[in-house]
Nanobody, 118 residues
Framework: QVQLVESGGGSVQPGGSLRLSCIAS????????ITWYRQGSGLEREAVAHIANVLGLTQYADSVNDRFTISRDNVKNTVYLQMDSLKPEDTAMYYC???????????WGRGTQVIVSS
């Protein structure tokens, strides 16, 4: 049974940092690239960072480039999202998933809430 469990969210002031974790189980983790998505209130879900399964190649949305860093630990079946220089517009629920499953609308976890406010 595929499970993706996000954690590490919280409430921080602008300019602060958070580190999100996504623990995966029920599938061959190192065979899949993983994407972090976010959904702000009243907004559509958007992809913010992706890490490939091979070579750990990364991609970022323009809105988070140079502030967020995605990484993975294939021994721990975990993907991380280090978020620095946080802005109020980063406030959202954050989720992880594979792009393939995200397009099918399956295996979404409960997400982790990030609030950036002074």
């Amino acid at each position: 049974q595929v499970q993706l469990v996000e954690s590490g969210g919280g409430s921080v002031q602008p300019g602060g940092s958070l580190r999100l974790s996504c623990i995966a189980s029920g599938f061959t983790f190192d065979s899949y690239g993983i994407t972090w998505y976010r959904q702000g209130s009243g907004l559509e879900r958007e992809a913010v960072a992706h890490i490939a399964n091979v070579l750990g190649l990364t991609q970022y949305a323009d809105s988070v480039n140079d502030r967020f860093t995605i990484s993975r630990d294939n021994v721990k079946n975990t993907v991380y999202l280090q978020m620095d220089s946080l802005k109020p517009e980063d406030t959202a629920m954050y989720y992880c998933n594979t792009p393939q499953w995200a397009r099918r609308g399956v295996y979404w976890g409960r997400g982790t809430q990030v609030i950036v406010s002074s």
